[in-house]
């Protein structure tokens, strides 16, 4: 079974940039996308970013537009999510999920596994 395993959480201060990793274990494909959500205190779960396993993605948040690179490394089963000029607003926890399949969706209904989350703070 696919385990994830997210790092790279933190405190940031304002205008910062951070790079968070998700690890995949127990099973290796190119045929498995990965998403990356983010869920602040009282808010729903929202969709940031998605990869394919053979490396096109999509930015799904319009309020991380412009700043935020995914990539993916597969010797290392793994995928980074870079974020630029940091806001308290992208205070959150991060998860990422995974799916076999070719095409990325924005509900977490779309995705059969999950990380436990890395919690971001944007904060002076």
């Known amino acids: 079974q696919l385990q994830l395993v997210e790092s790279g959480g933190g405190l940031v201060q304002p205008g910062g940039s951070l790079k968070l990793s998700c690890a995949a274990s127990?099973?290796?494909?190119?045929?498995?996308?990965i998403g990356w959500f983010r869920q602040a205190p009282g808010k729903e779960r929202e969709a940031v970013s998605c990869?394919?396993?053979?490396?096109?993605?999509?930015n799904y948040a319009d309020s991380v537009k412009g700043r935020i690179t995914i990539s993916r490394d597969h010797a290392k089963n793994t995928v980074y999510v870079e974020m630029d000029s940091l806001k308290p607003e992208d205070t959150a926890t991060y998860y990422c999920?995974?799916?076999?399949?070719?095409?990325?969706?924005?509900?977490?209904?779309?995705?059969?596994?999950w990380g436990q989350g890395t919690q971001v703070t944007v904060s002076s």
């Open positions: 990869i394919l396993g053979r490396g096109g993605f999509i």
């Open positions: 127990g099973y290796t494909s190119d045929n498995y996308l």
């Open positions: 999920a995974a799916n076999e399949g070719y095409s990325c969706s924005r509900e977490a209904l779309g995705y059969a596994y």
